[in-house]
């Protein structure tokens, strides 16, 4: 038997309890919001039309048009709410250009809203309406989007419309296995709730759903299951008229595909009592009777097979739906054919060929064929011969996709029957965990009082282990003050070890020369003339300011040393501090008959600390003066952030200074203690010093200041 061609239409997604469908009168509101609440409310009444309007769905998109004009630039998401409504409106009276257009306004203002359930139902409509319009490419599109949404969305309510979706794109593609796999999912997902939910719309869709799964067996010549599908939605065929009379029309379907043409009719009739008087329900009543007129043609049975085809005829021109009138002219057409009307058959079957070429490639073959028997019963044997050859090729390219879907269908259906058996498994589980919880039952109250003692036990190793919390705590912390007092004792003796080697070290030279120099005068007065006395008593001051100098670098060393001891940065006159410094080694320098070659401009300032900085300087400029040939010359220069101390020292070796200044050690016995002093306080100057050796000759200590 050939059935009706399956339409895809965009399903009612709103079910509310009100019928009436009167336009609110706006000026009543008080504010925008609600005068936006109210028009939505009147667009979802109208959507449902429970009241049947013929005109209802050119209201419908009016309505929506009007809602776009209330909202705000920026309100997206009622704004993809009143653009679904539109293209509903333009979608029921087969504009589909139009309600293309508004479905892709709605999608992109529930993207900018950001809201998923809006996208996800745009996305839907648009599926079902690219498919009809034979844009596959876009059909992709949406389906893609479809994915993203379900591979990432925990909203039950919103994975069941896709779902839902999924089944009606592979059934349009005749992957019937896969589009069963997801009706199925999608039923699972409504009915866990859909006995005892109060929401009407819960139970709509549950019914459309199994509706739309029944089809799908139809498809596929398993009637039975078709009418199981059936009868698990209808105890919810009174929530509305509209759900009622297509599941009384899809048992029709059913029937008269098993062959059960008693039963066909009796829920035929059913049918037309219910929508008596109801002209918005006309096409289910179309194809109800176009599908008993098909069985009664397939059994030869023409004289009963005539009153229901013209029932049909007459009813899909009230409705002046192109789908049912094509359907109906074919259906018409093939009986005229058969009961050997063939130029009124060939009128017909002419009219309906350009809408079953764009819809259907099986039906379109049928017309082809019925053609071609008109054409032989009228004795043309040319133009028959033409349309059929159209009609085998045709038949052949229809084999070949169906063997491609075929084997597409069945890597799908493995996929499918692999996830029912880890179903069937888990359901086993969930058998025996049941099992294991009844006999956990019998040994509830044991494990109650056996809990309550733990409980009690648990609390008493709580209040002692609580206890010896707060004396671990409290001994950690005296550990740790005890710690620091060490790590600080250690400090200070560090401190202390290195104090008294720098005193004996630095102090024993200009000390040294000091006692000598007033030990000279003491003893031997008589040897120094005036001159000589003068110069004699200029070298103790510079040896007396020398120890002075020396005692307050190890002050200043020793602060430097101290907790919480920070420099203070300022800019300094690095010209003045050598200036100053060379005065004060004059001794030093006139008794190896050094000069010292000062290059660094006047103005030349850097931010540190004054004292650290004269400290380091004057104890560069004593190695330097240490290590230097006699009659020899110190050049000291200074460019953008580094100041360079050269003397002439073909000994001097760079790395074991270099090493001395990097040292942790301290030694009087040694003469590191100088380089010594110059790493702390370059350390808390955050100064890079060291030395260099140019050309085998020259020493070189550098000081480079931070940028």
């Known amino acids: 038997m050939k059935k009706l061609l399956f339409i895809v239409f965009v399903s009612l997604n709103t079910i509310t309890t009100s019928v009436k469908s009167q336009a609110p009168d706006l000026s009543k509101f008080n504010n925008t919001n609600n005068k936006i609440k109210a028009w939505l409310d009147y667009c979802k009444i109208l959507r449902l039309n429970k009241d049947g309007a013929a005109n209802n769905y050119m209201l419908l998109q009016n309505a929506g048009l009007k809602g776009l004009q209330l909202l705000k630039s920026n309100d997206d998401s009622d704004k993809a709410s009143f653009n679904l409504y539109a293209a509903l409106g333009y979608y029921y009276q087969i504009k589909f250009d139009s309600a293309q257009y508004y479905f892709y306004q709605s999608q992109h203002s529930a993207q900018l809203a950001k809201s998923t359930k809006l996208i996800a139902g745009a996305s839907e409509a648009l599926m079902s309406l690219n498919f009809q319009l034979q844009q596959f490419d876009k059909v992709d599109e949406c389906k893609n989007l479809l994915q993203t949404i379900a591979d990432t969305a925990k909203d039950k309510s919103i994975l069941q419309d896709i779902y839902s979706a999924f089944g009606s794109y592979y059934q349009q593609k005749s992957y019937y296995s896969a589009a069963q796999d997801y009706y199925i999912r999608s039923i699972q997902l409504r009915e866990k709730n859909v006995d005892t939910t109060t929401d009407s719309k819960a139970k709509f869709d549950y019914a459309i759903q199994c509706d739309q799964l029944s089809k799908l067996y139809l498809n596929t010549q398993m009637a039975d299951k078709s009418l199981a599908a059936l009868r698990q939605g209808q105890r919810f065929g009174d929530i509305s008229p509209l759900v009622n009379n297509r599941l009384l029309s899809s048992f029709v379907e059913a029937f008269t595909t098993s062959g059960n043409i008693d039963s066909a009719l009796y829920y035929n009739n059913q049918l037309t009592e219910n929508t008596k008087n109801q002209s918005s329900f006309s096409s289910e009543l179309v194809s109800s009777n176009l599908n008993i007129a098909i069985y009664y043609i397939d059994h030869k049975q023409y004289e009963k097979a005539l009153p229901y085809a013209t029932k049909g005829d007459s009813l899909a021109a009230l409705t002046q739906s192109p789908f049912l009138i094509f359907q109906s002219q074919m259906i018409t057409g093939r009986y005229l054919q058969e009961t050997g009307k063939y130029e009124k ?59 491609s879907r075929t084997f597409a269908d069945l890597e799908t259906h493995y996929q499918t029957n692999e996830k029912e ?50 004396l671990n705590k409290q001994l950690s912390l005296q550990k740790a003050e005890l710690q620091t007092l060490n790590n600080q004792l250690s400090v200070a003796n560090d401190t202390k070890a290195k104090l008294f080697g720098i005193i004996s070290h630095d102090f024993r030279s200009p000390v040294s020369r000091l006692a000598q120099l007033m030990q000279l005068q003491k003893e031997h007065p008589e040897i120094l003339d005036e001159q000589t006395k003068q110069k004699h008593e200029a070298s103790i001051k510079k040896a007396t300011e020398s120890v002075l100098e020396t005692m307050e670098d190890l002050l200043l060393w020793s602060k430097s040393q101290m907790q919480q001891f920070t420099p203070n940065d300022t800019p300094v006159n690095i010209n003045d501090i050598v200036l100053k410094e060379s005065d004060f080694l004059y001794s ?40 230097s040939d006699a009659n020899t010359i110190i050049l000291i220069t200074a460019d953008k952030n580094q100041l ?34 110059i790493s702390d306080l370059a350390a808390q100057l955050k100064l890079k010093v060291f030395f260099e050796k140019q050309d085998d000759q020259n020493l070189v200590a550098i000081i480079q200041f931070k940028n």
């Open 644 to 677: 360079s101390i050269i003397n002439n020292a073909a000994n001097a070796n760079a790395d074991t200074l270099n090493n001395q200044l990097n040292s942790k050690q301290v030694s009087s016995k040694t003469s590191g203690l100088g380089l010594q002093i």
């Open 345 to 403: 058959s060939i009128a017909l079957l002419n009219k309906a060929i350009p809408i079953a070429q764009q819809l259907n490639k099986e039906l379109y073959s049928n017309i082809l064929k019925y053609l071609a028997l008109d054409y032989k019963g009228l004795n043309n044997a040319a133009t028959s011969l033409q349309y059929y050859e159209r009609y085998v090729d045709l038949q052949d390219t229809l084999s070949k996709e169906k063997l």
């Open 421 to 470: 058996q880890r179903i069937v498994s888990l359901n086993q589980k969930n058998k025996l965990g049941i099992l294991e919880l009844k006999q956990a039952s019998n040994t509830r109250n044991i494990l109650i009082l056996g809990l309550i003692s733990l409980a009690i036990f648990s609390l008493l190793l709580y209040l002692i282990y609580r206890n010896r919390e707060k």
């Open 588 to 627: 030093a320098t006139e008794e190896k008959n050094i000069t010292l070659n000062n290059q660094i401009e006047s103005n030349y300032i850097q931010t540190t600390d004054e004292n650290f900085i004269a400290v380091i300087i004057r104890n560069l400029l004593q190695n330097a003066i240490k290590y």
